[in-house]
């Protein structure tokens, strides 16, 4: 890849503020933060397009993939115009646009990864598709599993993950860093051989 080559966006999906920082909605911006450490970046507020963002190389020299990080500052609900204001400005396409986000409909830890597709009434991929005018952009699904019971998947998402789960926690955060990685050196079939296996 030429260092002319339009970066890969990756987009941490999560609520800004202390108050969200341990939630499940918010394993985005954990993993987002994670990739930031790895490539050396550290995030700055980005106030034309309403957005922490941290910008660095997956690797050594010229031709090592460039990564755009970024962390809506919008809420959940409105991530697709900061989304939308980056991808304009560096030029990503859709294609080149990965979003980390949280996945009711998965088992907790698991991973899937895809392109394209509905959104599974998750709000944040919703504004982002609708910003982008596309749904063809790449989706790293960290599952976080349903409510117990019959507690409301609003109050689910919106409450931090378990004793238990946060045992487990880091690792998976990590795993998916990996799984983010993979895709934007490797291509995104060659990820979902490796991380859908679990």
Do not use: C
């Amino acid at each position: 890849m030429s260092s002319q080559a339009a970066p890969w966006l990756v987009v941490g999906l999560g609520n800004p503020g202390p108050q969200y920082a341990g939630n499940r909605h918010n394993v985005g911006f954990m993993v987002a933060d994670l990739l930031a450490d790895r490539i050396g970046a550290r995030f700055s507020r980005n106030r034309k397009v309403v957005a922490d963002t941290a910008e660095g190389r997956l690797g050594v020299g010229v031709d090592a993939p460039r990564l755009v990080l970024a962390k809506p500052l919008t809420y959940m609900n409105l991530s697709g115009g900061p989304v939308a204001g980056l991808a304009q400005f560096y030029k990503v396409p859709p294609a080149q646009v990965i979003a980390v986000h949280d996945e009711l409909d998965i088992p907790y830890g698991q991973l899937r990864l895809k392109i394209g597709g509905g959104e599974g009434g998750h709000n944040g991929l919703r504004s982002m598709s609708r910003s982008l005018s596309t749904k063809d952009y790449i989706r790293v699904r960290f599952g976080i599993g349903r409510p117990p019971g019959r507690q409301d998947p609003a109050d689910f998402v919106l409450s931090d993950f378990s004793a238990v789960e946060r045992k487990e926690l880091d690792f998976l955060v990590d795993r998916a860093a990996d799984a983010v990685e993979m895709v934007v050196q490797r291509g995104l079939e060659p990820a979902q051989n490796l991380y859908h296996t679990s």
